[in-house]
């Protein structure tokens, strides 16, 4: 079946402004991850998310970043006043079902490739 | 809280030699250690995973071993091929947890 997808590929906006990044998980999968990767680094953990709740979110640097997944499949990561500092490719992962005895593996997306200017 | 340390940031082998990985853990906690392939503007890819209940697992070129003792948890891959060439990256996870700890990565160059 089709994989995780994320859009758009890239996004390039102006210091100051408002975004919005999409994930597409595979379908069925209850988890859903957001992970922001800076060049030359390992992927950041920033959200979790079990259903359509936000099971964690200590991983947001800060009130700027807020995310929803209102119907437990989609979700979009949203970004307010965006800085220079939040240039970085922001990944989306989903599992079948996390947490209980084992952890699922974690299937990622393109990722969205994110500009502030 | 949980730190994965992956040794060596780069790694240059000739093609059909053998490259190994490593990494370290600090949560005795840890049972679930993937490896992550990601080529240069891609996603990250498995390639392989281990649980805290076995100390080896392989799959064709690519094995990986868990000392749980140690807290380290190795990459092995064999003949290797140009299409090898790629980042590897470690992590480690909790039990019942579903935050993934990355290494900071291994670029992994095979010269022909």
């Known amino acids: 079946g089709a994989g995780v997808s994320q859009t758009p590929s890239n996004k390039v906006t102006e210091k100051g402004k408002y975004v919005e990044l999409r994930c597409d998980p595979i379908?069925?999968?209850?988890?859903l991850y957001w992970y922001r990767q800076s060049l030359g680094q390992g992927p950041e953990f920033l959200i979790y998310f079990q259903g359509t709740g936000a099971a964690d979110d200590s991983g947001l640097p800060n009130d700027r970043f807020f995310a929803v997944r209102p119907e437990g499949s989609v979700s979009t990561l949203k970004i307010q006043r965006t800085e220079r500092g939040d240039s970085a490719v922001y990944l989306c992962a989903s599992s079948l079902l996390a947490g209980g005895l084992g952890t699922d593996t974690q299937y990622f997306g393109p990722g969205t490739r994110l500009t502030v200017l | 809280g949980e730190n994965v340390e992956q040794h060596p940031s780069t790694l240059s082998v000739q093609e059909g030699d053998s490259a190994v990985i490593k990494c370290t853990y600090s949560d005795s906690a840890s049972n679930y250690f993937p490896w992550y392939k990601q080529e240069l503007g891609k996603r990250p890819q498995l390639i392989i995973d281990i649980r805290s209940n076995v100390g080896e697992k392989k799959d064709q070129r690519i094995a990986v071993t868990l000392n749980k003792t140690a807290k380290h948890f190795s990459l092995h891959i064999t003949e290797t091929q140009p299409e090898d060439s790629a980042v590897y990256f470690c992590?480690?996870?909790?039990?019942?947890?579903?935050?993934?700890?990355w290494g900071a990565g291994t670029k992994l160059i095979i010269k022909p």
């Open positions: 992590a480690a996870s909790r039990r019942g947890n579903y935050q993934l700890i």
């Open positions: 379908s069925g999968h209850t988890a």
